[in-house]
């Protein structure tokens, strides 16, 4: 699918980031929070990095999701590396032509670009000041799924190293170093915000605005350019079938592919195809999250509907929570068992090693729910009377 450009939006967001909203704080830090596949790193790569670099900007972005297998604090460091590489020019070009790692410039210290943020190594504040220095452009950051930082010491480390580069970079009067921190889990975000040792203390996340419907009109006006026969296309049905399938591009892409195919023969029009392919979609997924919740011993349950209820307050072992697991064992149909901090901690890292988990665990052991969309099933349980689901498979 082409793609649809989001430029209201990245002047917006851009204005934000370099200080032309009267009191806004986004030159400290701008944290954006978007549900996965709803094109968050789309907008990010090709709406919000050309702009910014349009308006003068160095841009780094860097996916901590690209390589599971790598610390997050490598992908960043990696990242820094390859931006101070290709903005030092023909010096650096030599170097590594060369084969050399490290790189200096007239009155810089030389360092080895393969060992930043490494105790050994540069600091991410001194390559960040030969980044700037060299380029001689502010720098933005941009780190998608930046709450994955979180899953290791190193990554905590590092989101602590950009902080305090920011500070050394900025002054009231001139912002060298800007961040953008974008996740697609909110309440895994809002943990380098809303805690006092949390490395971003005091900033705030805000929520993308999701694709809306003139992304939809983008594609029925493709449709009518390719197929002229199927005007006029009903956009209004189509945008119920986007927002069905949770505003993700890739889904309803697919269901329009099936639909349009001409091998797939159907008296319906297309539009009404999408629309239930769409409704299908949204019952198989939350006939899954059931399955999986069903399929859970008791005090996993107990644990996890404790998890989608508190959010960012869950406190796995304190005596609220205690007494939260050993009523809902009682709730859920089992015997009323002894629950304790040891069982507890057995029934997280149950949850944690299931595949794909369903519990996401911090380095500062702080856990959530891996799939943030779990949220809005429970809470739609809830408001429809149907909490919590029957029959597990024992304490």
């Known amino acids: 699918m082409k793609h649809f450009p989001r430029e209201a939006l990245a002047r917006e967001i851009a204005a934000k980031l370099l200080g032309r909203h009267l009191f806004g704080d986004a030159t400290n830090g701008l944290f ?4 996965r596949r709803t094109g968050k790193s789309t907008f990010l790569q090709a709406d919000l990095k050309p702009h910014l670099e349009v308006n003068g900007c160095v841009v780094v972005y860097v996916d901590l999701w690209a390589d599971q297998r790598r610390d997050p604090a490598d992908l960043i460091s990696g990242a820094i590396a390859r931006a101070i590489t290709d ?3 023909i010096l650096s070009r030599a170097a590594k032509m ?30 960040l000041q030969m980044l700037c220095e060299s380029a001689k452009k ?6 998608d799924e930046a709450q994955h930082a979180l899953s290791s010491e190193a990554g905590e480390g590092a989101m602590a190293a950009l902080k305090a580069a920011r500070d050394v970079l900025n002054t009231p009067d001139d ?3 800007l961040l953008v921190m974008s996740g697609s889990d909110r309440d895994k975000l809002m943990r380098l915000v809303n805690t006092s040792g949390a490395p971003f203390y005091g900033s705030t996340v805000e929520r993308m605005p999701e694709l809306d419907k003139g992304f939809v009109e983008f594609v029925v006006a493709i449709i009518e350019a390719d197929r002229p026969d199927l005007k006029p296309v009903d956009a209004d049905r189509l945008f119920d079938a986007f927002r069905l399938f949770g505003s993700r591009p890739q889904f309803f892409a697919a269901a329009l592919g099936q639909a349009l195919n001409p091998l797939t023969s159907s008296d ?9 392919a769409a409704e299908q979609s949204q019952q198989e997924d939350e006939r899954q999250m ?18 989608l209820d508190q959010g960012t307050r869950f406190r796995p072992y304190d005596a609220e929570a205690l007494r939260f697991y050993s009523d809902a064992v009682s709730r859920l149909g089992a015997s009323k068992g002894k629950v304790t901090a040891q069982t507890v901690q057995a029934a997280l890292e149950s949850l944690r090693s299931r595949t794909p988990a369903l519990v996401w665990k911090s380095a500062r052991n702080e856990y959530a729910v891996s799939d943030s969309s779990m949220h809005k099933w429970y809470e739609a349980r809830l408001r429809a009377g149907a909490w919590p689901p029957v029959e597990s498979a024992g304490i």
């Open 98 to 127: 060369a084969g050399l790692e490290s790189i200096s410039l007239a009155g810089a210290v030389k360092f080895d670009t393969t060992r930043i943020g490494r105790p050994d190594g540069s600091t991410l504040t001194d390559a």
């Open 138 to 143: 502010k720098v933005v950051l941009i780190i």
């Open 32 to 35: 954006l929070a978007a549900p």
């Open 268 to 276: 319906e029009r297309f539009e009404v195809q999408v629309l239930r």
């Open 175 to 177: 912002a060298r170093l």
């Open 290 to 307: 059931e399955s999986e919740f069903r399929s859970l011993r008791t005090l996993e349950q107990a644990v996890l509907w404790r998890l």
């Open 87 to 89: 903005n030092l020019g």
